[in-house]
Protein backbone atom coordinates (compact mmCIF):
# COMPACT_ATOMS: atom_id res chain seq x y z
CA UNK A 1 0.00 0.00 0.00
CA UNK A 2 1.66 3.38 -0.86
CA UNK A 3 2.31 5.54 2.41
CA UNK A 4 0.80 8.35 1.20
CA UNK A 5 -2.30 7.13 1.51
CA UNK A 6 -1.66 6.08 4.99
CA UNK A 7 -0.42 9.38 5.99
CA UNK A 8 -3.78 11.06 4.74
CA UNK A 9 -5.96 9.08 7.22
CA UNK A 10 -3.46 9.69 10.34
CA UNK A 11 -5.71 12.36 11.83
CA UNK A 12 -9.06 10.65 11.64
CA UNK A 13 -11.29 10.24 15.00
CA UNK A 14 -10.80 6.58 15.93
CA UNK A 15 -14.08 3.99 17.32
CA UNK A 16 -13.22 0.60 19.34
CA UNK A 17 -15.09 -2.11 17.84
CA UNK A 18 -14.91 -5.76 19.44
CA UNK A 19 -13.19 -8.55 17.58
CA UNK A 20 -15.35 -11.65 16.27
CA UNK A 21 -15.49 -14.73 18.71
CA UNK A 22 -12.50 -16.71 19.08
CA UNK A 23 -15.35 -19.98 18.82
CA UNK A 24 -15.84 -19.14 14.93
CA UNK A 25 -12.35 -19.21 14.13
CA UNK A 26 -11.21 -20.43 10.52
CA UNK A 27 -9.56 -24.18 11.54
CA UNK A 28 -6.90 -23.75 7.97
CA UNK A 29 -5.97 -20.05 8.21
CA UNK A 30 -2.27 -19.47 7.18
CA UNK A 31 0.11 -16.75 7.05
CA UNK A 32 2.10 -15.55 3.48
CA UNK A 33 5.08 -13.69 3.68
CA UNK A 34 6.25 -11.06 1.29
CA UNK A 35 9.90 -9.57 1.57
CA UNK A 36 10.76 -8.11 -1.70
CA UNK A 37 13.98 -6.30 -0.62
CA UNK A 38 15.59 -9.46 1.09
CA UNK A 39 14.18 -12.05 -1.35
CA UNK A 40 14.73 -10.33 -4.56
CA UNK A 41 18.74 -9.50 -3.70
CA UNK A 42 20.68 -13.03 -4.34
CA UNK A 43 22.81 -11.57 -1.48
CA UNK A 44 20.49 -12.04 0.88
CA UNK A 45 18.13 -14.41 -0.44
CA UNK A 46 19.14 -17.66 1.04
CA UNK A 47 19.40 -16.13 5.13
CA UNK A 48 15.88 -14.60 4.61
CA UNK A 49 14.38 -17.71 3.47
CA UNK A 50 16.30 -19.36 6.53
CA UNK A 51 14.89 -16.91 8.77
CA UNK A 52 11.18 -17.14 7.22
CA UNK A 53 11.22 -20.67 7.57
CA UNK A 54 12.39 -20.48 11.07
CA UNK A 55 9.79 -18.49 11.95
CA UNK A 56 7.25 -20.84 11.00
CA UNK A 57 6.36 -19.84 7.75
CA UNK A 58 5.70 -22.06 4.70
CA UNK A 59 4.42 -19.23 2.20
CA UNK A 60 5.12 -16.51 -0.11
CA UNK A 61 3.47 -13.95 -1.92
CA UNK A 62 5.68 -12.55 -4.52
CA UNK A 63 4.59 -9.39 -7.10
CA UNK A 64 5.62 -9.64 -10.42
CA UNK A 65 5.59 -6.60 -11.91
CA UNK A 66 4.86 -6.69 -16.16
CA UNK A 67 7.23 -3.34 -16.98
CA UNK A 68 10.13 -4.85 -15.04
CA UNK A 69 10.52 -8.23 -17.48
CA UNK A 70 9.21 -6.76 -20.91
CA UNK A 71 11.28 -5.99 -23.73
CA UNK A 72 11.95 -2.36 -24.51
CA UNK A 73 9.55 -1.69 -21.87
CA UNK A 74 10.26 2.23 -21.79
CA UNK A 75 9.73 2.28 -25.65
CA UNK A 76 6.21 3.90 -27.16
CA UNK A 77 6.71 1.50 -29.71
CA UNK A 78 6.16 -2.31 -29.01
CA UNK A 79 8.87 -4.68 -30.43
CA UNK A 80 7.81 -7.68 -32.47
CA UNK A 81 8.09 -10.56 -29.77
CA UNK A 82 5.72 -13.45 -29.46
CA UNK A 83 4.12 -12.07 -26.24
CA UNK A 84 3.08 -15.42 -25.31
CA UNK A 85 6.82 -17.09 -25.65
CA UNK A 86 8.52 -16.92 -22.13
CA UNK A 87 11.97 -16.90 -23.63
CA UNK A 88 11.09 -13.24 -25.13
CA UNK A 89 11.03 -11.96 -21.44
CA UNK A 90 14.34 -10.85 -18.67
CA UNK A 91 12.41 -12.57 -16.01
CA UNK A 92 16.02 -11.26 -13.61
CA UNK A 93 15.71 -12.56 -10.40
CA UNK A 94 11.86 -13.66 -10.42
CA UNK A 95 13.00 -16.98 -11.26
CA UNK A 96 15.63 -17.98 -8.77
CA UNK A 97 13.43 -16.37 -6.17
CA UNK A 98 10.92 -18.54 -7.48
CA UNK A 99 12.77 -21.79 -7.90
CA UNK A 100 13.98 -21.41 -4.61
CA UNK A 101 10.37 -21.01 -2.88
CA UNK A 102 9.93 -24.31 -5.06
CA UNK A 103 12.60 -25.83 -3.83
CA UNK A 104 11.97 -25.39 -0.13
CA UNK A 105 8.60 -27.07 -0.92
CA UNK A 106 6.50 -24.20 0.06
CA UNK A 107 3.43 -22.01 -1.37
CA UNK A 108 3.32 -19.16 -3.66
CA UNK A 109 1.05 -16.79 -3.97
CA UNK A 110 1.97 -15.12 -7.45
CA UNK A 111 0.88 -11.79 -8.65
CA UNK A 112 0.68 -10.19 -11.54
CA UNK A 113 0.49 -6.71 -11.94
CA UNK A 114 1.42 -3.62 -13.37
CA UNK A 115 3.68 -0.96 -14.08
CA UNK A 116 3.45 -2.17 -17.51
CA UNK A 117 5.45 -1.63 -20.66
CA UNK A 118 4.88 1.61 -21.89
CA UNK A 119 4.29 0.36 -25.53
CA UNK A 120 1.01 -1.40 -23.62
CA UNK A 121 -0.72 1.57 -22.74
CA UNK A 122 -2.47 2.68 -25.97
CA UNK A 123 0.19 5.53 -26.34
CA UNK A 124 -0.01 7.01 -22.82
CA UNK A 125 3.13 8.52 -21.40
CA UNK A 126 2.85 6.62 -17.93
CA UNK A 127 2.86 3.15 -17.62
CA UNK A 128 -0.06 2.55 -15.88
CA UNK A 129 -3.23 4.28 -17.85
CA UNK A 130 -5.47 2.10 -19.51
CA UNK A 131 -3.55 -0.90 -19.90
CA UNK A 132 -4.40 -3.05 -22.91
CA UNK A 133 -6.66 -6.34 -22.06
CA UNK A 134 -5.56 -7.97 -25.05
CA UNK A 135 -1.56 -7.50 -23.98
CA UNK A 136 -1.91 -8.37 -20.57
CA UNK A 137 -3.62 -11.40 -21.42
CA UNK A 138 -0.84 -12.22 -23.31
CA UNK A 139 1.88 -11.99 -20.55
CA UNK A 140 -0.25 -14.19 -18.23
CA UNK A 141 -0.03 -16.72 -20.96
CA UNK A 142 3.13 -16.53 -21.11
CA UNK A 143 3.93 -16.27 -17.14
CA UNK A 144 1.55 -19.08 -16.89
CA UNK A 145 3.63 -21.19 -19.37
CA UNK A 146 6.95 -20.32 -17.25
CA UNK A 147 6.29 -20.57 -14.04
CA UNK A 148 2.30 -21.71 -13.59
CA UNK A 149 3.46 -25.21 -12.47
CA UNK A 150 5.17 -24.14 -9.29
CA UNK A 151 2.44 -21.60 -8.20
CA UNK A 152 -0.11 -22.34 -5.80
CA UNK A 153 -2.20 -19.27 -6.61
CA UNK A 154 -2.46 -16.49 -8.68
CA UNK A 155 -4.05 -12.84 -8.15
CA UNK A 156 -4.27 -10.17 -10.21
CA UNK A 157 -2.75 -6.65 -10.19
CA UNK A 158 -1.73 -5.07 -7.06
CA UNK A 159 -4.03 -2.09 -5.47
CA UNK A 160 -5.78 -1.26 -8.56
CA UNK A 161 -7.64 1.53 -6.91
CA UNK A 162 -4.95 3.03 -6.66
CA UNK A 163 -3.67 5.14 -9.20
CA UNK A 164 0.14 4.21 -8.14
CA UNK A 165 -0.74 1.07 -10.28
CA UNK A 166 -3.82 1.76 -12.57
CA UNK A 167 -5.54 4.88 -13.65
CA UNK A 168 -7.51 6.78 -14.45
CA UNK A 169 -9.34 5.66 -10.98
CA UNK A 170 -12.09 8.06 -11.90
CA UNK A 171 -13.16 10.28 -15.00
CA UNK A 172 -14.19 14.01 -15.56
CA UNK A 173 -17.50 13.74 -13.00
CA UNK A 174 -15.49 11.66 -10.58
CA UNK A 175 -17.06 8.15 -10.89
CA UNK A 176 -14.83 5.54 -10.69
CA UNK A 177 -13.52 4.38 -13.67
CA UNK A 178 -10.62 1.46 -12.46
CA UNK A 179 -13.09 -0.69 -11.24
CA UNK A 180 -13.89 -1.73 -15.13
CA UNK A 181 -10.21 -1.02 -16.32
CA UNK A 182 -9.21 -3.75 -13.74
CA UNK A 183 -12.62 -6.15 -14.61
CA UNK A 184 -11.20 -6.23 -18.15
CA UNK A 185 -7.75 -7.37 -17.16
CA UNK A 186 -8.83 -9.77 -14.79
CA UNK A 187 -11.21 -11.72 -17.26
CA UNK A 188 -8.17 -11.46 -19.94
CA UNK A 189 -5.38 -12.75 -16.89
CA UNK A 190 -8.37 -15.49 -16.48
CA UNK A 191 -8.17 -16.17 -20.35
CA UNK A 192 -4.14 -16.01 -20.32
CA UNK A 193 -4.00 -18.84 -17.76
CA UNK A 194 -6.33 -21.14 -19.86
CA UNK A 195 -4.25 -20.43 -22.84
CA UNK A 196 -1.01 -21.37 -21.10
CA UNK A 197 -2.95 -25.00 -20.27
CA UNK A 198 -3.85 -24.14 -16.47
CA UNK A 199 -8.19 -23.57 -16.43
CA UNK A 200 -8.31 -24.29 -12.76
CA UNK A 201 -5.39 -22.76 -10.92
CA UNK A 202 -6.84 -20.88 -8.41
CA UNK A 203 -7.14 -16.80 -8.72
CA UNK A 204 -7.81 -14.11 -6.67
CA UNK A 205 -9.69 -11.25 -7.08
CA UNK A 206 -9.10 -7.50 -5.85
CA UNK A 207 -5.70 -7.10 -3.36
CA UNK A 208 -7.35 -3.74 -3.02
CA UNK A 209 -6.06 -0.79 -0.93
CA UNK A 210 -7.97 -0.28 2.24
CA UNK A 211 -9.06 3.32 2.12
CA UNK A 212 -10.43 5.64 -0.34
CA UNK A 213 -9.83 9.07 -0.80
CA UNK A 214 -10.51 11.75 -3.53
CA UNK A 215 -7.90 10.43 -5.91
CA UNK A 216 -8.09 6.69 -4.39
CA UNK A 217 -11.18 4.46 -5.33
CA UNK A 218 -12.34 3.09 -2.24
CA UNK A 219 -12.30 -0.57 -1.95
CA UNK A 220 -16.13 -1.64 -1.67
CA UNK A 221 -16.97 0.87 -4.62
CA UNK A 222 -13.92 -0.62 -6.03
CA UNK A 223 -15.56 -4.24 -5.64
CA UNK A 224 -18.91 -3.69 -6.28
CA UNK A 225 -17.78 -1.35 -9.50
CA UNK A 226 -15.71 -4.50 -10.99
CA UNK A 227 -18.76 -6.70 -10.22
CA UNK A 228 -21.16 -4.16 -12.32
CA UNK A 229 -23.18 -3.86 -9.53
CA UNK A 230 -24.36 -0.29 -8.04
CA UNK A 231 -24.76 0.98 -4.33
CA UNK A 232 -28.11 -1.14 -4.15
CA UNK A 233 -26.35 -4.27 -5.95
CA UNK A 234 -28.49 -3.66 -8.92
CA UNK A 235 -26.32 -4.65 -12.07
CA UNK A 236 -25.36 -1.88 -13.76
CA UNK A 237 -24.83 -4.10 -17.25
CA UNK A 238 -26.75 -7.22 -18.61
CA UNK A 239 -23.19 -7.82 -20.28
CA UNK A 240 -21.71 -8.81 -16.92
CA UNK A 241 -21.51 -11.97 -15.50
CA UNK A 242 -20.45 -14.00 -12.35
CA UNK A 243 -16.88 -13.80 -12.01
CA UNK A 244 -15.76 -17.19 -11.05
CA UNK A 245 -13.09 -17.01 -8.45
CA UNK A 246 -11.08 -18.74 -5.36
CA UNK A 247 -11.30 -15.97 -3.14
CA UNK A 248 -10.69 -11.87 -2.11
CA UNK A 249 -7.56 -10.50 -1.54
CA UNK A 250 -7.04 -7.51 0.33
CA UNK A 251 -4.59 -5.11 2.29
CA UNK A 252 -6.40 -3.98 5.45
CA UNK A 253 -3.89 -1.75 6.82
CA UNK A 254 -5.43 0.47 9.32
CA UNK A 255 -3.40 3.68 10.90
CA UNK A 256 -1.42 4.53 13.76
CA UNK A 257 -4.33 4.52 15.63
CA UNK A 258 -4.08 0.27 16.14
CA UNK A 259 -6.24 -2.77 14.52
CA UNK A 260 -9.51 -1.36 16.46
CA UNK A 261 -9.98 1.64 13.99
CA UNK A 262 -12.70 1.69 12.43
CA UNK A 263 -12.86 4.15 9.50
CA UNK A 264 -15.87 6.43 8.89
CA UNK A 265 -15.95 5.92 4.95
CA UNK A 266 -18.59 3.11 4.95
CA UNK A 267 -16.73 2.02 2.04
CA UNK A 268 -13.15 1.62 3.47
CA UNK A 269 -12.04 -1.82 4.80
CA UNK A 270 -8.92 -1.75 7.54
CA UNK A 271 -8.72 -5.23 9.82
CA UNK A 272 -10.84 -3.61 12.49
CA UNK A 273 -14.01 -3.66 9.96
CA UNK A 274 -13.79 -6.99 7.97
CA UNK A 275 -17.32 -7.50 8.87
CA UNK A 276 -17.75 -5.00 5.83
CA UNK A 277 -16.16 -7.00 3.35
CA UNK A 278 -17.76 -10.00 3.95
CA UNK A 279 -20.81 -8.38 4.06
CA UNK A 280 -20.52 -7.12 0.49
CA UNK A 281 -18.92 -9.93 -0.96
CA UNK A 282 -22.20 -12.15 0.39
CA UNK A 283 -24.73 -9.53 -1.06
CA UNK A 284 -22.54 -9.89 -4.16
CA UNK A 285 -22.99 -13.45 -3.92
CA UNK A 286 -26.65 -13.25 -3.64
CA UNK A 287 -26.75 -10.68 -6.75
CA UNK A 288 -25.13 -13.55 -8.62
CA UNK A 289 -21.47 -11.87 -9.19
CA UNK A 290 -19.45 -14.16 -6.77
CA UNK A 291 -19.89 -17.45 -5.67
CA UNK A 292 -21.02 -18.10 -2.32
CA UNK A 293 -18.98 -17.40 1.02
CA UNK A 294 -16.31 -16.29 -0.55
CA UNK A 295 -12.87 -16.83 1.43
CA UNK A 296 -10.49 -14.11 1.98
CA UNK A 297 -6.92 -13.47 2.23
CA UNK A 298 -5.44 -10.84 3.34
CA UNK A 299 -2.77 -11.03 1.74
CA UNK A 300 -0.55 -7.74 2.78
CA UNK A 301 -0.63 -6.16 5.74
CA UNK A 302 1.98 -4.73 8.66
CA UNK A 303 2.32 -2.58 11.25
CA UNK A 304 4.10 1.08 10.66
CA UNK A 305 6.70 2.00 13.48
CA UNK A 306 8.94 4.24 14.41
CA UNK A 307 11.49 6.07 12.76
CA UNK A 308 8.86 7.23 11.09
CA UNK A 309 7.59 10.47 13.02
CA UNK A 310 4.26 10.39 11.37
CA UNK A 311 2.64 7.50 10.66
CA UNK A 312 5.07 4.74 12.49
CA UNK A 313 4.13 4.03 16.23
CA UNK A 314 6.33 2.93 19.12
CA UNK A 315 7.90 -0.50 18.82
CA UNK A 316 6.50 -2.28 21.84
CA UNK A 317 3.00 -0.87 20.01
CA UNK A 318 4.08 -2.20 16.31
CA UNK A 319 4.41 -5.67 18.23
CA UNK A 320 1.08 -5.48 20.17
CA UNK A 321 -1.27 -3.86 17.45
CA UNK A 322 0.07 -7.00 15.17
CA UNK A 323 -0.38 -9.45 17.06
CA UNK A 324 -4.32 -8.12 17.81
CA UNK A 325 -4.72 -8.01 14.13
CA UNK A 326 -4.03 -11.21 13.86
CA UNK A 327 -6.30 -12.61 15.85
CA UNK A 328 -8.67 -10.51 14.64
CA UNK A 329 -7.90 -12.21 11.43
CA UNK A 330 -7.66 -15.30 13.11
CA UNK A 331 -10.97 -15.03 14.49
CA UNK A 332 -12.26 -14.38 11.47
CA UNK A 333 -13.47 -17.79 9.73
CA UNK A 334 -13.72 -15.83 6.35
CA UNK A 335 -10.07 -15.46 6.35
CA UNK A 336 -8.25 -17.78 5.35
CA UNK A 337 -4.84 -16.34 5.01
CA UNK A 338 -2.69 -13.91 6.95
CA UNK A 339 0.59 -11.77 6.07
CA UNK A 340 3.41 -10.59 6.73
CA UNK A 341 4.80 -7.31 5.19
CA UNK A 342 8.59 -7.01 5.45
CA UNK A 343 11.39 -8.60 7.29
CA UNK A 344 13.57 -5.56 6.83
CA UNK A 345 12.23 -1.35 6.84
CA UNK A 346 12.36 -0.19 3.71
CA UNK A 347 15.51 2.00 3.32
CA UNK A 348 15.36 5.74 3.76
CA UNK A 349 14.89 7.83 1.03
CA UNK A 350 18.30 8.96 -0.42
CA UNK A 351 19.62 11.72 -0.26
CA UNK A 352 17.15 13.60 1.96
CA UNK A 353 17.33 10.71 4.43
CA UNK A 354 12.92 10.74 4.68
CA UNK A 355 11.72 7.66 5.46
CA UNK A 356 9.39 7.71 2.40
CA UNK A 357 9.12 3.69 2.58
CA UNK A 358 7.59 1.05 4.76
CA UNK A 359 8.66 0.48 8.10
CA UNK A 360 6.70 -2.25 9.06
CA UNK A 361 9.25 -4.82 9.38
CA UNK A 362 10.37 -7.50 12.41
CA UNK A 363 13.94 -5.85 11.97
CA UNK A 364 15.01 -2.00 11.27
CA UNK A 365 16.57 -1.01 7.72
CA UNK A 366 19.75 -2.01 9.30
CA UNK A 367 19.08 -5.14 10.33
CA UNK A 368 18.66 -4.71 14.27
CA UNK A 369 15.70 -6.91 15.91
CA UNK A 370 12.63 -5.39 16.96
CA UNK A 371 10.42 -6.49 19.39
CA UNK A 372 8.16 -7.69 16.95
CA UNK A 373 10.53 -10.11 15.40
CA UNK A 374 10.14 -12.33 18.41
CA UNK A 375 6.08 -11.01 18.50
CA UNK A 376 5.63 -12.95 15.28
CA UNK A 377 7.25 -15.98 16.55
CA UNK A 378 4.79 -16.12 19.29
CA UNK A 379 2.31 -13.79 18.85
CA UNK A 380 0.20 -13.16 21.79
CA UNK A 381 -3.28 -10.66 22.38
CA UNK A 382 -4.94 -10.04 25.29
CA UNK A 383 -8.83 -8.81 25.13
CA UNK A 384 -9.89 -7.34 28.28
CA UNK A 385 -13.94 -8.78 28.97
CA UNK A 386 -15.59 -7.38 31.79
CA UNK A 387 -13.12 -7.70 35.48
CA UNK A 388 -10.68 -11.01 33.04
CA UNK A 389 -8.95 -10.85 30.17
CA UNK A 390 -9.13 -13.64 27.08
CA UNK A 391 -5.88 -14.10 26.29
CA UNK A 392 -5.10 -15.36 22.61
CA UNK A 393 -1.73 -17.05 21.37
CA UNK A 394 0.45 -18.63 18.77
CA UNK A 395 3.73 -20.68 18.52
CA UNK A 396 4.30 -20.27 14.78
CA UNK A 397 7.02 -22.58 14.81
CA UNK A 398 5.11 -25.20 16.02
CA UNK A 399 4.35 -28.89 13.91
CA UNK A 400 2.46 -30.04 16.31
CA UNK A 401 0.97 -29.50 19.83
CA UNK A 402 3.03 -28.20 22.08
CA UNK A 403 3.67 -26.35 25.53
CA UNK A 404 3.82 -22.42 26.75
CA UNK A 405 4.54 -21.24 29.96
CA UNK A 406 1.92 -17.74 30.36
CA UNK A 407 3.71 -15.32 32.49
CA UNK A 408 2.62 -12.29 33.77
CA UNK A 409 3.58 -9.00 35.99
CA UNK A 410 2.19 -6.39 38.03
CA UNK A 411 5.14 -4.25 37.80
CA UNK A 412 7.45 -6.95 39.34
CA UNK A 413 9.27 -10.03 38.37
CA UNK A 414 6.88 -12.41 35.81
CA UNK A 415 5.19 -14.98 37.46
CA UNK A 416 4.19 -18.16 36.23
CA UNK A 417 0.06 -18.21 35.14
CA UNK A 418 -0.18 -21.27 33.86
CA UNK A 419 1.26 -23.76 31.44
CA UNK A 420 -1.10 -24.55 28.60
CA UNK A 421 -0.95 -27.01 25.90
CA UNK A 422 -1.75 -25.88 22.14
CA UNK A 423 -3.54 -26.84 19.34
CA UNK A 424 -2.05 -29.12 16.78
CA UNK A 425 -1.75 -25.83 14.98
CA UNK A 426 0.15 -24.12 17.66
CA UNK A 427 -2.33 -22.10 19.21
CA UNK A 428 -4.04 -21.71 22.60
CA UNK A 429 -6.35 -19.68 24.71
CA UNK A 430 -6.23 -18.60 28.70
CA UNK A 431 -8.23 -16.57 31.05
CA UNK A 432 -6.62 -14.29 33.53
CA UNK A 433 -7.59 -11.48 35.71
CA UNK A 434 -7.36 -8.11 34.60
CA UNK A 435 -4.93 -5.22 36.42
CA UNK A 436 -4.60 -2.13 35.04
CA UNK A 437 -0.89 -2.55 35.22
CA UNK A 438 -0.74 -6.17 34.22
CA UNK A 439 1.68 -7.36 31.84
CA UNK A 440 2.10 -11.05 30.00
CA UNK A 441 4.29 -12.68 28.17
CA UNK A 442 4.94 -16.55 26.97
CA UNK A 443 7.69 -18.73 27.05
CA UNK A 444 8.41 -21.83 24.40
CA UNK A 445 10.87 -24.31 23.96
CA UNK A 446 11.42 -25.38 20.72
CA UNK A 447 12.55 -29.11 20.12
CA UNK A 448 16.12 -28.36 19.69
CA UNK A 449 16.25 -26.89 23.58
CA UNK A 450 16.42 -23.37 22.22
CA UNK A 451 13.68 -21.01 24.52
CA UNK A 452 11.91 -17.67 23.22
CA UNK A 453 9.96 -14.94 25.10
CA UNK A 454 7.28 -12.98 23.95
CA UNK A 455 7.82 -9.42 24.57
CA UNK A 456 5.15 -8.88 27.00
CA UNK A 457 1.95 -7.15 25.89
CA UNK A 458 -0.69 -4.96 28.09
CA UNK A 459 -4.71 -5.68 27.44
CA UNK A 460 -6.82 -4.08 25.20
CA UNK A 461 -10.55 -3.32 24.85
Known amino acids: MPKTALLAVTAL ?11 HAS ?9 PRDLMDPSTRTQALNEIGALGVRSVRVVLYWHSVAPAADSRV ?14 GEYEPLIQAIHDRGWKLLLTV ?4 PRWATNGAKDTVTRPSPAMFGQFVTAVGRKFGAVVDRFSIWNEPNQPQFLQPQFDARHRATSPMIYRSLFLAAQRGLRSAGMPNKPILLGETSPRGTGKVVAPLTFLRGTLCLDDRYHRTSKSCHKLNVAGYAHHAYTTREGPLFKPPGANDVTIGVLS ?4 TLDRAARAGMLPAKLPISLTEFGIQSVPDP ?43 GKYGGFESGLRTSGGKDKPSLQ ?6 AAKRSGSGVSLWGLVRPATGATTVRVEFSDGKAFRTLANVRTSARGTWAKRSAYRSTRRWRVQWTAPDGATFTSPPVGAYR
Open 13 to 23: VTVLVAAPGAA
Open 27 to 35: SQQTMTFEA
Open 78 to 91: KPKFDDTDPTAYSW
Open 113 to 116: SGPV
Open 276 to 279: RLTT
Open 310 to 352: LIGVSLSLQNEYRSIAERIAYENPRVTAFSQYLLRDDLPDAPS
Open 375 to 380: GFRLPL
